[in-house]
């Protein structure tokens, strides 16, 4: 199994500013992917994080607000841009250690407040 | 596109009441279906998971079995306790549908509250 590491676990930040979501991995992985969970609600996938290009957006998200970095195969960041209050949810990383649809393993997760 | 639907929440029951927490889902492909548990403060944890049509899957007492003639995977547990207060989430992962990557799709989550 693999364990992630994901920092801030919780921050408050005002609108209009960006916030960095770090996720470490204890292994190197194949596919790492990057959730959110608004209040009361179910788990989206925002992108997928690919380690040597860009990320690959599901619709309905963009790279302006939600930019990736896959510097290798054990870290990535999620930037939240000009934020708003209803950018307030738990950010999740998550990542798969093996190829072909086996176990996906989750972060703690980042709670986002924006006021 | 795919989808998971689930009963809504919350659901109260006393302790050593049966649970199901209903899920069904629609898919491009032949997925594979997970249950993940979130308990209070802490991150997703893979409860049980199938992989093909009639398996079961099983874990700490909770058990659910991949039926694709009704495409449902409903999550039972004979006795509950007070520490399976949690919010469970059914998914599906559809290899055809992500090349092959766990790309998953979730429910809306059922929060669980068992009371002594």
């Known amino acids: 199994s693999a364990v992630i590491s994901q920092k801030p676990s919780r921050d408050i930040c005002q609108r209009g500013t960006s916030l960095t979501i770090q996720c470490q991995v204890d292994s190197q992985v194949t596919m790492m992917f990057w959730y959110r969970q608004q209040p009361g609600q179910s788990l989206t996938l925002i992108a997928t994080a690919n380690q040597g290009s860009e990320a690959t957006y599901e619709s309905g998200f963009v790279i302006d607000k939600f930019p990736i970095s896959r510097p290798n195969l054990t870290f990535s960041t999620l930037t939240v841009s000009n934020m708003s209050p209803e950018d307030s949810s738990i950010y999740l990383c998550?990542?798969?250690?093996?190829?072909?649809?086996?176990?996906?393993?989750f972060g703690q997760g980042t709670r986002l407040t924006v006021v | 596109g795919d989808s998971v639907t689930q009963m809504e929440g919350p659901v109260t029951l006393s302790e050593e009441a049966f649970l199901t927490i209903n899920c069904t889902y629609t898919?491009?492909?032949?997925?594979?279906l997970f249950w993940y548990v979130q308990y209070p403060g802490e991150g997703l944890q893979l409860l049980l998971k199938a992989t093909k049509a009639d398996d079961k899957g099983s874990n700490k007492g909770f058990e659910a079995t991949y039926r694709k003639e009704t495409t449902s995977f409903h999550l039972e547990k004979g006795s509950v306790q007070v520490s399976d207060s949690a919010v469970y989430f059914c998914a599906l992962s559809d290899p055809v549908l992500t090349g092959g990557g766990n790309k998953l799709t979730f429910g809306t989550g059922t929060q669980l509250k068992v009371e002594l």
């Open positions: 998550s990542v798969e250690d093996k190829p072909l649809n086996t176990e996906a393993f």
């Open positions: 898919a491009t492909g032949y997925p594979s």
